[in-house]
């Protein structure tokens, strides 16, 4: 049986609130029907804010910042953020090579933690629900060599913490503890079962 979606029409339809091309995917990979208009919201961490508190903002805010835009159709919005935490350290996406490299030797070798915010804000009936995942990445010890390579790829350059788990970077990677889609961007069991539960997708037809 092959997944299908709920959402067929304009006025139900699901929208994502992201640019990402990772969260697309990842929506698209278990056939869930949606549109795409990014949040252009400035994803700056507040002062006093804690991580989790930063993910969870930043999403509930990007879902009703495209809800309240005119003429874009839908009634469920979708938000997401992602951050790379090591310690207290929260590592954004590298301005520069010189800074990814020193995204990349600080990981070296060590477990670093990846946190996703998720929300969902339905337009009809003016409610958000958020969560927030967390996983542990342990990467192997990196050489000069390795990181000087990876960086030449060009990969790390649009990625939080100079890496990605679902390309090359994955040669990093010795071992996660949690939720892989939830490295990748988005943490897809979570986020399906949200839209389930909140009647804007219904992933298995039992009709079909």
């Known amino acids: 049986m092959m997944p299908t979606s709920s959402a067929l029409e304009s006025s139900q339809l699901l929208v994502l609130a992201s640019a990402s091309p990772r969260r697309r995917d990842l929506l698209a990979s278990v056939g869930i029907a949606f549109s795409v208009v990014p949040s252009e919201l400035p994803e700056e961490l ?3 804010e804690t991580p989790r508190e ?4 930043l999403s509930r805010e990007k879902a009703t910042q495209v809800a309240a835009q005119a003429g874009i159709a839908g009634r469920w919005f979708l938000g997401s953020d992602t951050i790379v935490l090591r310690d207290d350290t929260v590592l954004g996406k590298p301005r520069d090579a010189a800074e990814a490299a020193d995204m990349l030797r600080s990981l070296s070798g060590r477990s ?4 996703s915010g998720y929300a969902v804000h339905d337009r009809q009936r003016g409610v958000t629900e958020a969560g927030a995942v967390q996983t ?7 050489t000069a060599a390795e990181i000087a390579g990876y960086i030449a790829t060009g990969e790390p350059m649009d990625k939080a913490g100079a890496y990605a788990i679902q390309g090359i970077g994955a040669f990093m990677v010795k071992a996660i503890e949690g939720s ?22 219904r992933l298995f037809d039992p009709q079909g």
């Open 136 to 142: 542990t990445v342990w990467f192997k010890p990196l």
């Open 54 to 57: 930063h993910v969870l903002r």
């Open 112 to 115: 670093h933690q990846v946190i």
């Open 180 to 201: 892989y889609t939830n490295v990748v961007g988005l943490p897809l069991c979570e986020v399906v079962e949200l839209l389930e539960r909140l009647g804007a997708i």
């Open 46 to 48: 507040l002062p006093g």
